[in-house]
């Protein structure tokens, strides 16, 4: 009868001793996934505080966001929680990237346009007042294709990041699993 007492005195103490260490195990692993998830707020800060200013930051940062969310998505549906939308980069702040790109490009376009407008309007007085020359027709038609090709520069540029800021704003966040996904 000792025997069996002894026994089931080291039997609970093992016991006890196994559920101590299965509990400091899985504090470790919780305390790892918030040590993680930390680090990924932490990657993504400047990326956040650069997007505001400037809609391409997206275009860099949100491939490695769409990787991080697929190397540790436990950590990011976390981080998700507690943002209480999708993190970094949820649905509306790709909408008001893309919104703040289109607003910055009407805005260029139109000191674009003024700023040509003037250029040309002195020109046309100072060759009013020298005489219509061939070298007055040829400053005014240098004028007009530097223009066209500025414009069509930043023409280009606007499209290209429009483009890739809207196929991000349809591929990113918005199109993983729900546990991953923007949440409400």
Do not use: C
Request: aromatic letters at 8%.
């Amino acid at each position: 009868m000792l025997l069996f007492l002894a026994a089931a005195v080291v039997a609970g103490a093992l016991l006890w001793g196994a559920a101590q260490v299965v509990r400091e195990l899985r504090a470790a692993r919780e305390e790892a996934a918030r040590g993680r998830a930390l680090a990924i707020v932490q990657l993504f800060a400047p990326a956040l505080q650069s997007a505001g200013g400037d809609p391409r930051v997206l275009l860099v940062w949100q491939p490695l966001a769409r990787a991080v969310r697929q190397l540790y998505p436990a950590e990011s549906a976390a981080v998700d929680r507690a943002h209480g939308t999708a993190f970094p980069f949820g649905r509306d702040m790709m909408a008001a990237a893309h919104a703040r790109w289109t607003s910055d490009w009407l805005a260029w376009e139109q000191t674009h346009d003024a700023d040509y407008k003037l250029k040309a309007a002195v020109l046309h007085a100072e060759l009013a007042a020298a005489g219509d020359t061939a070298v007055g027709r040829a400053r005014f038609e240098a004028l007009e294709r530097e223009k066209l090709a500025l414009y069509q520069r930043r023409y280009e540029e606007y499209t290209r990041v429009a483009k890739a800021l809207q196929a991000l704003a349809t591929t990113s966040t918005a199109s993983l699993p729900a546990s991953n996904a923007e949440v409400h």
